[in-house]
């Protein structure tokens, strides 16, 4: 599944592209990409022709894009706050590919064709193969921690993420005390710090020396603020390096790959040499998934 990494590329491609753009005709091609939408696909076309994008924001593994609100031509949409936005979640294998009107993806389930003031006509094809991903038209609401802010309503679960300036890090710090679980489970628990998943959550703890099932409770505060230290750092560089992409579903709007799977430490290297003490990285089952990690490095210790 597309982490925080990737979803932030992605945002960061289709801004410049979809803002103060008006959505000139919307098609689905496979309903099943509406499972979080309110309504028929009908309501989806028809609220969504001839809107217009005012940006693109994002919160974790969810990416939005605001819509106008106000339909006065006299009024410049993006002094107006918007009340719903465009909610795109990429499930496992989702894909936003920025084209030109020419152009038609395989597996392309809802298209969008948008006229931009500057670039002219453009194409949104929101691919999917495996279809756990969607989109959907939300309504705002006041975020709960910050004043002013607004987040659709599917998203207000979710937590901010490590790399976003309103992340309290004493407020997750208490947090994490409190919990009664592997600190691995907690990095992928969503309310609690959004956009880590399992390749991030490995690079992190490995950098970091912790074990993946290190009790949360066992964790002292220094240890604490070193992992999240070294979340924010492999985060940073992923996202530098454009995500990692180990097939063709992970793609900038471009379709163009990243290349952080070149740099990664854990994640994925069972039985290749530790970089820091050259014994083999093992691989664990964890929730389904793996864990990656190094049995010297990283051993679970006591309180």
Same mark, same amino acid.
């Given at each position: 599944m597309p982490e925080l990494p990737e979803v932030e590329v992605v945002r960061a491609g289709l801004e410049p592209a979809v803002t103060l753009s008006t959505i000139s005709a919307v098609t689905v091609f496979d309903e099943r990409s509406l499972r979080r939408h309110v309504g028929p696909s009908e309501d989806f076309v028809d609220r969504l022709t001839g809107a217009q994008f005012l940006g693109a924001s994002r919160r974790g593994k969810f990416l939005w894009l605001p819509l106008a609100a106000n339909t006065d031509? !006299? %009024? @410049?949409? *993006? +002094?107006v706050a918007p009340t719903h936005a465009l909610v795109v979640h990429l499930g496992m294998s989702g894909q936003v590919l920025l084209r030109d009107r020419s152009t038609d993806d395989h597996? &392309? $389930? =809802?298209?969008? *064709? =948008? #006229?931009h003031p500057d670039h002219g006509p453009l194409r949104l094809n929101f691919v999917d193969q495996r279809i756990f991903g969607s989109m959907a038209i939300d309504r705002f609401m006041p975020a709960t921690d910050v004043a002013g802010d607004i987040v659709p309503s599917q998203v207000a679960h979710i937590a901010r993420d490590p790399l976003d300036p309103h992340? *309290?890090? +004493?407020?997750?710090? !208490? @947090?994490?005390?409190?919990r009664k679980t592997g600190i691995k489970r907690a990095l992928l628990d969503q309310t609690l710090i959004s956009g880590v998943g399992n390749i991030y959550a490995d690079e992190s703890l490995w950098a970091a020396r912790i074990h993946y099932d290190q009790p949360t409770a066992t964790?002292? $505060? @220094?240890?604490?603020? &070193?992992?999240? @230290? #070294? %979340?924010?750092?492999v985060l940073a560089k992923a996202l530098a390096e454009g995500g990692t992409s180990f097939d063709a579903q992970y793609v900038n709007v471009n379709g163009a790959s990243g290349y952080f799977s070149h740099s990664l430490n854990a994640y994925g290297q069972q039985g290749v040499e530790c970089p820091r003490c050259g014994r083999p990285i093992v691989r664990e089952s964890f929730m389904n998934r793996g864990s990656h990690f190094c049995p010297f490095c990283q051993r679970v210790r006591s309180a």
């Open positions: 031509p !006299a %009024v @410049a949409p *993006d +002094s597996l &392309t $389930r =809802i298209r969008l *064709d =948008i #006229e992340f *309290d890090d +004493s407020r997750f710090f !208490a @947090a994490l005390s409190r964790l002292s $505060r @220094a240890r604490a603020k &070193t992992l999240l @230290a #070294e %979340v924010r750092l």
